[in-house]
């Protein structure tokens, strides 16, 4: 941390936190997918992830990135995710946060026509933040996502409250799919707490199996989240769902989760639910919606795969100056959950 502290700018998008920090020195490698490798053991840039993400200064849910060197010049910036449990593939819902400060901060300077592409590397690829515009003012944010593709279906798993079938597909990141239901549960903030101890127990017991091994790059193996979702009941042709997931050691996504959402267009998909020209109505726990669709799709390791475009919106909440006074002995701070 430098003497005059760490400065940030914090968003949300459908309620999910997200901290960018722009001053920040990524770690040594050639690709953000080899950053990520190498921050997750570095002292310095770990270290400030704990101060940013733990109590006092953040809490067990907070989400944030730093800002690095893209891949090559084709992207505008790259970026490094993380939350409390370390540094994540994925995340969706802080792409749409990324392109829509890029654009307002004048970082990426808005296209006249109102449509403007912010191009992010990020550990699983290359990403784009399709941001709208009206008059200045951002109006809409799409995620343009990585290839989405089923891993594997009907994947039974033990748990403390009996045996689950989930669906296991990839959306930048791989996440198990379970109806609520299946526990006797729904998506509401009454079955939360054990929502939570059931998405750890999926997580890890699919995570100690091959199911969660990625067909392509082993740095994206495992499972990063378990969504729990309800049917809401399908209209006009479009699918409706609302879900939570519960992701790396037990954090909840308040948002719809964009790279969840990406995951579960292509199981819906996979599973002939959700056509190429459908729209999937995704809310969240917390009551926000965004709308997902196919953009093209592709093959990826012999497998059909979707190209998912996740459209939402995000708002900055606050700007702050983050200090360390020398005689605290609370750092980098701690999480109580």
Known sequence: ????????????????PFRIVTATAGPAGA??????????????????????????????????????????????????????????????????????????TGLVPAEPGGITDVVIDVPSGRVTARVSTAESKVTAVDFVSVAGYLLHDEVVVKTSRGAASCTVAFGGAIYAHVTAATFGLSVDKASLPELITLGREIKNKINATAYAEHPLDPRLSGVYG???????????????????????????????????????????????????????????????????????????????????????????TGHHRFVVDPDDDLVPGFVLR
């Not at 010049?73 to 990324?98: E, I, N, R, Y």
């Open 226 to 316: 378990v969504i729990f979702f309800d049917e809401l009941g399908d209209e006009d042709g479009d699918v409706r769902q609302r879900n939570v997931t519960v992701f790396a050691d037990g954090q909840v996504d308040r948002s719809p989760c964009g790279s969840g959402t990406a995951s579960r267009v292509a199981a819906l998909h996979s599973s002939g639910r959700l056509p190429t020209d459908g729209t999937l109505v995704h809310s969240s726990i917390v009551g926000s919606t965004w709308t997902a669709r196919i953009a093209d799709t592709t093959v990826v390791a012999g497998r059909n795969a979707v190209l998912p475009i996740v459209s939402g919106r995000a708002f900055g």
């Open 1 to 16: 941390m430098t003497g005059d502290g760490i400065e940030a700018v914090d968003y949300h998008c459908g309620g999910e």
């Open 31 to 104: 690709t953000v997918a080899e950053m990520r490798v190498a921050a997750a053991v570095d002292p310095e840039i770990d270290g400030l992830r704990q101060l940013l993400c733990s109590e006092p200064r953040g809490h067990a849910d907070m989400y944030g990135g730093f800002i690095v060197a893209p891949d090559d010049p084709g992207a505008h910036f790259g970026v490094l995710f993380w939350h409390k449990d370390g540094f994540s593939a994925a995340c969706g819902h802080g792409t749409m946060c990324l392109g829509t400060w890029a654009v307002q």
